[in-house]
C-alpha cells in the first residue's frame, strides 16, 4: 500500500512529535477492537516502531467484546488497555464510570475536526474518540440491476422490493436483499435504519415506544423484512447471520443490496483483493417514502478503560490511530470511513473516496437514531428487539407479536 505523506499538517507534526523518545511499560499495550477495526500488520508495526511500544492486537466479535468489558469490570480489572466503545455504549459506561475522561488527554484541534465524537459524551466528558465515521447507506450491484433491465437504483422501499422481484425472476440472484436477522446488534440496527426509511423514528421525546401502531415507521419496517423473507427475496439463512457475514455474501456476488451498507465498506467492495463485485459495486441514497433521504450514524470508538495497566500508551494510541494518514490507511484496507472531516474532503478531492459524491450527501443528513441521546437501557433494549427480529423471521413469532414484544422490552428497560 502506497502511504500518503501528511507530515506537514500543522495538526500532526505536533503528534508524531510526541512519540520522538517515548517509552512505555514493558508489557505490551493490549488493544480490543472487532475484525473491522483490528489493524493490519504494517499499520501496527509502524506503531510500535513510531512509539517504541509493542502492540498486542486482540479481536473480538462486537457482540463479545461487550460481554468481556462488561465482564471484566464488573470484577475490577480492565479488559484491556484500550478497547471498542460502541455509539450504544456510552450511556451504560459512562454511567458506571467504567472509562477514563479524554478531554484533557487528546489535541482538542483533532476532537473538533471529528463531528461524531460528541456521542462519546457522557455528563459532558469526552469518554472515546471515534475511529469509524459509520453510517448507513444504499449498497447495490449494478451489474444486476443491469442485467434485470433496471436503469436506476431503488428511491423508494417498493421499487426496492420490485427491483429485487425482477432480479429473482430473471436467475440473477435467488436471494437479492441481503438483511442479517440473527438475534445480534447488526439485526437490530437494520430495523431501526427502515425505521427512518418508512419515516418514522423509535421514541418520542419521553421514551415512549412510536413503532406500534400499524401504520408507524417501526411496524412497517418490520413487516417489510418479515415479507421480503417470505417473498424468497432475503435468504433464509439470514436467521443465523451477522452484519459482516452479509457482507462477504455481497462481495461473493450473491446479494443485489446491502440494504444496511456500512458506508466505508464501498472501499472493501470495490477492492478486486477483496471483492468479487468491485467492477459492479455503486452506492445510492437510502430508499425513503417521503421523498427525502433519511440515516443515522452508529460511529465506532477507542477509549482507556479505569484500571488500564498501559493509559498513557493507550493515549498514544489512540492519537496516532487519528493521523490523517493512518486514518487513510485504515480506510483503504479495513473500509473504516474517516471520522475526520477534513480527511473525508480530502480523500473525495482527490477522488480517492470510492461514490464520494453519494457519500457526503448521505453524510448531510446523518441523524443520531436517538434524537436525545442513547440512554444507558439501550443495550438490554437492543438485545431484545434482535431477538424478537430473530423469532419472528423464524415463524416463531408474528410481527404483532415481535413489536410487542419490542415495546414491552422498551419499557422494561427504562424501569430496571
Given at each position: ?270 477492492d478486486p483483493a477483496k471483492s468479487q463485485v468491485a467492477n459492479d459495486v455503486a452506492a445510492a441514497l437510502m430508499p425513503s417514502v417521503t421523498g427525502k433521504s433519511r440515516t443515522f450514524g452508529l460511529p465506532e470508538a477507542v477509549g482507556i478503560p479505569v484500571g488500564a ?108
Amino acid at each position: 500500500m502506497k502511504r500518503r505523506d501528511f507530515l506537514a499538517s500543522a495538526l500532526t507534526l505536533p503528534l508524531l512529535a510526541s512519540f520522538a523518545g517515548s517509552a512505555f511499560a514493558a508489557d505490551a499495550l493490549t488493544v480490543l477492537l472487532p475484525p473491522w477495526g483490528t489493524l493490519p500488520k504494517e499499520m501496527t508495526d509502524r506503531f510500535a516502531k513510531d512509539a517504541s511500544v509493542t502492540l498486542d492486537a486482540q479481536t473480538l466479535g462486537w457482540d463479545d467484546i461487550r460481554t468481556k468489558i462488561i465482564t471484566s469490570m464488573v470484577a475490577g480489572t480492565a479488559p484491556a488497555d484500550a478497547t471498542e466503545v460502541d455509539w450504544s455504549w456510552v450511556g451504560q459506561f459512562g454511567a458506571a464510570n467504567w472509562y477514563e475522561p479524554l478531554d484533557d488527554k487528546i489535541d482538542k484541534a483533532v476532537i473538533a475536526d471529528i463531528p461524531t465524537a460528541s456521542i462519546f459524551r457522557y455528563d459532558g466528558k469526552l469518554l472515546a474518540v471515534p475511529y469509524s465515521n459509520d453510517f448507513r447507506i444504499l449498497i447495490y450491484n449494478k451489474a444486476h440491476l443491469d442485467k434485470a433491465g433496471i436503469k436506476a437504483a431503488p428511491k423508494t422501499p417498493d421499487e426496492l422490493l420490485a427491483a429485487a422481484k425482477a432480479v429473482k425472476s430473471a436467475g440473477i440472484a435467488e436471494y437479492p436483499i441481503g438483511l442479517p436477522l440473527s438475534a445480534t446488534e447488526g439485526t437490530s440496527t437494520a430495523w431501526y435504519l427502515l425505521t427512518k426509511v418508512f419515516g418514522g423514528d423509535l421514541f418520542d421525546k419521553d421514551f415512549k415506544p412510536l413503532f406500534t401502531a400499524k401504520g408507524s415507521g417501526g411496524y412497517k419496517a418490520l413487516a417489510f423484512e418479515i415479507g421480503a423473507l417470505k417473498d424468497g427475496l432475503i435468504d433464509p439463512a439470514a436467521t443465523g447471520l451477522k452484519d459482516v457475514e452479509v457482507q462477504e455474501v455481497f462481495k461473493a456476488g450473491k446479494l443485489t443490496f446491502d440494504v444496511a451498507g456500512w458506508a466505508g465498506n464501498l472501499s472493501v467492495y470495490s477492492d478486486p483483493a477483496k471483492s468479487q463485485v468491485a467492477n459492479d459495486v455503486a452506492a445510492a441514497l437510502m430508499p425513503s417514502v417521503t421523498g427525502k433521504s433519511r440515516t443515522f450514524g452508529l460511529p465506532e470508538a477507542v477509549g482507556i478503560p479505569v484500571g488500564a495497566a498501559n493509559a498513557k500508551a493507550a493515549e498514544t494510541f489512540i492519537t496516532w490511530l487519528n493521523m490523517p494518514q493512518n486514518q487513510i490507511a485504515a480506510y483503504e484496507t479495513l473500509g473504516n470511513l474517516p471520522p475526520r472531516m477534513s480527511v473525508l474532503r480530502t480523500l473525495n478531492e482527490q477522488g480517492k473516496l470510492k461514490q464520494g459524491d453519494v457519500l457526503l450527501e448521505q453524510a448531510a443528513v446523518v441523524e443520531p437514531l436517538i434524537a436525545q441521546g442513547t440512554p444507558g437501557w439501550y443495550p438490554q433494549f437492543s438485545t431484545a428487539v434482535a431477538s424478537a427480529i430473530n423469532q419472528a423471521a423464524k415463524g416463531q413469532l408474528s410481527v404483532d407479536d415481535a413489536i410487542t414484544a419490542i415495546a414491552k422490552a422498551a419499557v422494561d428497560a427504562q424501569s430496571n
